[in-house]
C-alpha cells in the first residue's frame, strides 16, 4: 500500500507594521504569540526569499494584515528601540530552518547587549571553529533580526559587514546599545 504525502497546510502569521526610529519594521507573530518575523519594510522582498526558503518544508508562510498583532512583543521592541535595551531579551521567538541555522540564531542570542562577536567566535562558540560562511549565511536568513541580534555579527577586522536590512540600521542598533565602532563609512 502506497503511503500517499499529505501537503503540509501553509502556516500563517499576524503582520503588523511598527514606525522606530530607522525605519518602519514589519512585525508578524503566531498564534501562540511567539515573534516569527522582524524585518524592515523597505527590506519585504528579501525577506519573502527568506522566509520561502526555510519555510518551504513546512508547506511556506502567508502574511496576514492585523493592526493589533503581536501587542505585547511591540511594547517590548518600541521599548528597546526607547532605550530600554533588556526590553527584547525574553520575547518568545520560533522559527523553521535547518538544524544547523536554529544553533546559529538560538546562539545569536547570547551576544550581550553592547558586545560584538565577529563570525569566527559565533561558529566556535557552536563547535563548529571550520563553518565560519555556514555562519554568515545562516545568519543572513534569520527571519528575526534584532531580537535575534544578528546587527552584533562583525568581520574578523572589526568591519561591520553584512547585514540584510542596511550598514546604517547595523550601525544605528550597535550604537544604540552601547558598541563603540570604528569611523564608519555606513550614513
Known sequence: ???????????????????????VALVAT???????IF??????????????RIYR?????????????AWPVRERLEAFFAGDLAAIDDIPVESAGTPFQRKVWKALRKVPVGKTWTYAQLATRIGHP?????????NG??????????????????SLTGY?????????????EGVALKASKAA
Open 1 to 23: 500500500m502506497d503511503i500517499i504525502s499529505m501537503p503540509k497546510p501553509t502556516l500563517t502569521f499576524a503582520l503588523s507594521r511598527m514606525k522606530t526610529p530607522i525605519g
Open 141 to 158: 536568513l534569520n527571519p528575526i533580526s534584532v531580537v535575534v541580534p544578528c546587527h552584533r555579527l562583525i568581520g574578523s577586522d572589526g
Open 57 to 69: 518544508a513546512e508547506g511556506g508562510v502567508r502574511l496576514s494584515e492585523s493592526r493589533g498583532a
Open 164 to 176: 540584510g536590512g542596511g550598514l546604517h540600521r547595523k550601525e544605528w542598533l550597535l550604537r544604540h
Open 39 to 52: 524585518d524592515w519594510e523597505d527590506c519585504a522582498a528579501r525577506m519573502q526569499r527568506g522566509l520561502d
Open 130 to 138: 571550520e563553518a565560519v560562511r555556514a555562519v554568515g549565511a545562516a
Open 30 to 36: 503566531d498564534d501562540c504569540g511567539a515573534l516569527r
